[in-house]
């Protein structure tokens, strides 16, 4: 892998790769608690789940400072171990260990055309979120996941994918396209319906607002 290629791309590429990678720990260990299947049709193995894991502590070690290189277009070990955690680790996280609800609420934002000129990592960002409060995470673990995101600009709001003043109406279009059968958001433990999609997609929203000191 030339890094040198990635330290002169555009840096929201490389953001959006972290947004997509950030998924991959959630994702994982979600398969694993419900013992679903991954994209190789079977079940994940301790390897993945750890491959995913040093995933995501690698965004949260080296992102800031990768983001930083690849401005900077400086070729650092912070740059070479996100590349890792974004191309290989969370490659081999998602094959080995399974995708779910980041990913089908991605698929779900893509019913709205707002979303069209955001990247796929934007989008999977936004799912972390809200699936962090479609499953009742902890406080610290929302406050880590936010932290980290807004360190290196993804979009923790509706707004930051283009929604602004999303209506009832097209939100419920996004839930209900997020869990349409075969959707991996049903690896997620017990019945997801698109009501708790919607609602989570709502307060993580609310919560990124919140942070960012908007009223509303
Ligand atoms: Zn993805």
Redesign the pocket.
Known sequence: MDTAVIAEAPTRFLVAGMG?AL?TWFEARSCGATQSENACGGLGTLTGLNLARLCYDTLLEYGVAALVSCKANAVTPALEHVIEANILLSGLG?ESGG?AAA?SI?NGLTALPGTHNYY??EK?ALGVLASLFMSGKSKALIDEVYSFCESVGLPTTLAGLGLTGVSPDELKKVAARACIEGESIHHEGGDITPQMVSHALLAADGEGRRRKGIAG
Do not use: C, N, Q
């Open positions: 997509d998924a998602f995708i990913h991605h796929h990592g999977v």
